[in-house]
């Protein structure tokens, strides 16, 4: 089975990264790469359209990047353009994040409740999650979703843990439809 683009140039920035111990450093370009590329979709555009010729592209990259980050981040980022993947470089630097958060045991964890927690709230969930899990620290991401009604969801990569109040009526609703009643 091929490699994604996104795994194939993000893990050779994370073995790069490893291996030169700027781990940090690296992550940091990343967080700016990626800021840059999301408030500036004009960007994207203009360097996935076809009628741009790669020499202008990697022209623009150099003008936007060059001595704002390293060398060699900068030299994947042509990379990626030569082989006309430009349009997979976002998803290359979130790639790279992800392993540098694993590589570190940070977990992502997403909070979905029907009201805003108060900082205590929030500081005891992280707790009880540290205490649950083997990460070592969490990046939290609170949303709120009235129709849960009360209760939380929490995600962490593929595992959830639904507490909601919806989700235990939909479970009881199921329930008695199964249930048959004798007269």
């Known amino acids: 089975m091929a490699k994604l683009v996104e795994d194939v140039y993000g893990n ?25 590329l999301e408030a500036n979709p004009e960007l994207t555009g203009m360097m996935t359209h076809p009628q741009i010729v790669k020499e202008e592209k990697l022209e623009t ?14 030299g994947l980022m042509r990379m990626v353009i030569e082989k006309d993947h430009f349009a997979n470089m976002e998803g290359i630097f979130h790639y790279f994040a992800d392993r540098v958060k694993a590589y570190r045991n940070i977990g992502v964890c997403y909070v979905s409740t029907p009201v805003e927690l108060s900082d205590a709230q929030k500081k005891a969930v992280e707790a009880r999650l540290l205490d649950t899990t ?19 969801v929490i995600r962490i990569g593929d595992r959830v843990v639904d ?19 004798n007269v």
């Not at 083997?134 to 939380?152: C, K, N, Q, T, W």
């Not at 609703?173 to 048959?180: A, Q």
């Open 163 to 181: 507490s909601s109040v919806k989700t235990k009526i939909e479970h009881l609703s199921r329930e008695l439809s199964k249930t048959r009643i």
């Open 61 to 74: 990259i150099d003008t936007v990047f060059k001595g704002h980050i390293a060398d060699e981040t900068l």
């Open 134 to 152: 083997d990460y070592v620290s969490f990046e939290m991401h609170y949303a709120i979703e009235p129709e849960l009604i009360g209760g939380m």
């Open 12 to 36: 050779a920035l994370f073995e790069l990264a490893v291996e030169q111990n700027r781990i940090d450093a690296f992550y940091e370009e990343a967080d700016g790469i990626l800021a840059v």
